[in-house]
């Protein structure tokens, strides 16, 4: 059946790096946009970020741009996430989860698919 | 950005209560808004895409209305395992999400 799982979350230090990974099964991985969306402890939905089908075009949130970087691999159906310099702050359940429009040449900005989620966190 | 603001943020309500939370955007800037639904500990489940379109295998009593910058998810006869909270997305923006409580 169609499923995401992710896996990487655990403990870090801030100022340090950890790289999550979603693998997808069930559906043509290649045909998705693809996001993380992270949920801080008893907080709401912040979307992370998106990557296009091919890895062309690629949105972060302002929150984390410039120290997390999405990436993907078809060929592995594969999703990456790699955080650098972490905070506090980034401390949350983080989700891969599909876009809803297939073959699609713009997010459609809502995910009918989401893994079960893996923690971050962040501490000293 | 886009800002959403999601109301009420708490909801007390009864089983058979037709139930009504609102999201409002910061400007009209797409129609495509998704609603979701999510359960303590664990993933969001998607109910409504582009403001009214009904998710395949979610119950017909969730409908979603709405355009430019004001959406509505209603449900008709709230449900035992209707007690969640509900979140709206435009975009890139979440609302701040609404516990839907029993009364």
């Known amino acids: 059946q169609v499923q995401l799982v992710e896996s990487g979350g655990g403990l870090v230090k801030p100022g340090g790096s950890l790289r999550l990974s979603c693998a997808a099964s069930g559906f043509t991985f290649s045909d998705y946009y693809m996001s993380w969306i992270r949920q801080a402890p008893g907080k709401g939905l912040e979307w992370v970020s998106y990557?296009?089908?091919?890895?062309?075009?690629?949105n972060y949130a302002d929150s984390v741009k410039g120290r997390f970087t999405i990436s993907r691999d078809n060929a592995k159906n594969s999703l990456y996430l790699q955080m650098n310099s972490l905070r506090a702050e980034d401390t949350a359940v983080y989700y891969c989860?599909?876009?809803?429009?297939?073959?699609?040449?713009?997010?459609?900005?809502?995910?009918?698919?989401w893994g079960k989620g893996t923690t971050v966190t962040v501490s000293s | 950005d886009i800002q959403m603001t999601q109301s009420p943020s708490t909801l007390s309500a009864s089983v058979g209560d037709r139930v009504t939370i609102t999201c409002r955007a910061s400007q009209s800037i797409s129609s495509w808004l998704a609603w979701y639904q999510q359960k303590p500990g664990k993933a969001p489940k998607l109910l409504i895409y582009k403001a009214s379109s009904l998710e395949s295998g979610v119950p017909s009593r969730f409908s979603g209305s709405g355009s430019g910058t004001e959406f509505t998810l209603t449900i008709s006869s709230l449900q035992p395992d209707d007690f969640a909270t509900y979140y709206c997305q435009l975009l890139e923006a979440f609302g701040q999400g609404t516990k839907v409580e029993i009364k």
């Open positions: 990557i296009s089908s091919s890895s062309s075009y690629t």
């Open positions: 989860a599909r876009d809803g429009g297939i073959a699609a040449h713009r997010p459609y900005y809502y995910m009918d698919v």
